[in-house]
């Protein structure tokens, strides 16, 4: 199985640790974003994980016509470009459009196709095109083994850097469930795969107007994700998550971070570490063969 690189970070079996994609759900200013880059990256830098930045230039899919959707692409390119620069970190976003595709690559690093559009052919092949890292988030009402579809547009688009999120699946209305054997599973499609520990908790639409969510059990799905093995940890972060403009009742508290983040490398130490049955089914699905005994 490849490993992904984007500028120093990897994210795969090559990395030796889990990396972090974090930042708020959407881009809510220039100093705000800033900020938070800074002590995320802190965070994944205390513990040696590799960090990419998140931020979203529009939200399209929100609830109700009236929520706030973002600062526009222009806009939004414009601050993940002084983010990139200033700290000297990936930066990745997600795009709706086959035509942002081409305008978003000239910035990021990663482009991440939302879970509602992971069938979208044309949005895929948007993204493989540009020759960037391309993160597909499985569909809330897709199984893991037909994401193996989704590979095959990017791969047939020229794309081979693939990453595959796992963020829960529909379980009745305005609930998700998180099956952890996904993981293993799409991580034998020959991709890494990542952990969306924040939208896993979410309740789309139970709030009537804007998705619901139950943050206080994001750590304990982080924690299993990276018990099970893990490439990447996505995770939207803020300081004041309850006035966050978007996916409020989603988003880590950033305090929280530090302390999850040490919690996640020292779980994945013993994954990766022993022969035990996590180890040995995350190595098959990496492709890897079994040790031999002596």
Not at 46 to 59: C, E, I, N, P
Request: with cysteine; net charge negative.
């Amino acid at each position: 199985m490849n490993t992904v690189w984007v500028g120093d970070v990897g994210i795969g079996p090559a990395a030796g640790k889990p990396a972090l994609i974090a930042g708020p759900c959407v881009a809510e200013g220039l100093d705000l974003c800033l900020m938070i880059a800074e002590e995320a990256k802190a965070a994944a830098d205390a513990v040696g994980m590799g960090f990419v930045f998140k931020a979203s230039f529009d939200k399209a899919n929100r609830s109700s016509v009236g929520a706030y959707r973002g600062p526009g692409l222009e806009d939004g390119i414009a601050m993940l470009a002084e983010i990139k620069a200033k700290l000297g970190v990936p930066v990745v976003t997600d795009i709706h459009e086959t035509w942002q595709a081409e305008r978003v690559a000239e910035v990021v690093d990663i482009i991440q196709i939302p879970a509602f559009l992971c069938r979208q052919t044309d949005l895929i092949d948007a993204a493989a095109r540009t020759g960037k890292v391309v993160n597909i988030k499985k569909g809330q009402f897709m199984s893991p083994w037909d994401m193996s579809n989704a590979v095959a547009k990017a791969n047939e688009a020229g794309g081979t850097q693939v990453i595959l999120t796992e963020r829960g699946a529909s379980f009745g209305y305005n609930t998700l469930v998180v099956d952890m054997c996904s993981l293993p599973i799409m991580r034998g499609l020959g991709h890494p795969v990542c952990m969306d520990a924040t939208h896993g908790i979410q309740r789309p639409g139970a709030a009537g107007t804007a998705s619901g969510g139950r943050r206080e059990f994001i750590p304990h799905l982080a924690r299993a994700a990276a018990a099970v093995g893990i490439d990447a940890l996505f995770l939207e972060v803020h300081p004041e998550p309850g006035r966050a403009l978007s996916d409020a009742a989603c988003m880590l508290p950033l305090s929280d971070l530090p302390g999850l983040l040490r919690d996640v490398v020292a779980i994945d130490a013993v994954v990766r570490g022993h022969d035990n049955p996590a180890q040995r089914l995350w190595r098959k699905g990496a492709g890897q063969d079994e040790p031999q005994s002596e």
